[in-house]
Nanobody, 119 residues
Framework: QVQLVESGGGLVQPGGSLRLSCAGSLSIFSIYAMGWYRQAPGKQRELVAS???????NYADFVKGRFTISRDNTKNTVYLQMNSLKPEDTAVYYC?????????????WGQGTQVTVSS
């Protein structure tokens, strides 16, 4: 059974930093595209950042210049470095693993980790 386990969330003051980690049990982690999503209360889940199997990255406009996504395939782990945090970054952050094989979508989610930005 595929598992994605996030860690690193918590309470931080505005302007602070956090580093989220997502460890996967996927036996072929390196071929998955990985993403970080977030969901604030009363809002839809939204993409924060993604990284392809080849290392290409994509960011939502609202985090560009502040967040950095990276991956270490030797550790089956993807990271999200979050700097200059704002109160509006408060949300549950979810890790996602995605790949397609023979046109079949394989899509896995972690349980989420809470990030709260508040003074």
């Amino acid at each position: 059974q595929v598992q994605l386990v996030e860690s690193g969330g918590g309470l931080v003051q505005p302007g602070g930093s956090l580093r989220l980690s997502c460890a996967g049990s996927l036996s072929i982690f390196s071929i998955y595209a990985m993403g970080w999503y977030r969901q604030a209360p009363g809002k839809q889940r939204e993409l924060v950042a993604s990284i392809t199997s080849g290392g290409s990255t994509n960011y939502a406009d609202f985090v560009k210049g502040r967040f950095t996504i990276s991956r270490d395939n030797t550790k089956n782990t993807v990271y999200l470095q979050m700097n200059s945090l704002k109160p509006e970054d408060t949300a549950v952050y979810y890790c996602n693993a995605l790949r397609y094989r023979n046109s079949v979508r394989y899509d896995y989610w972690g349980q989420g980790t809470q990030v709260t930005v508040s003074s």
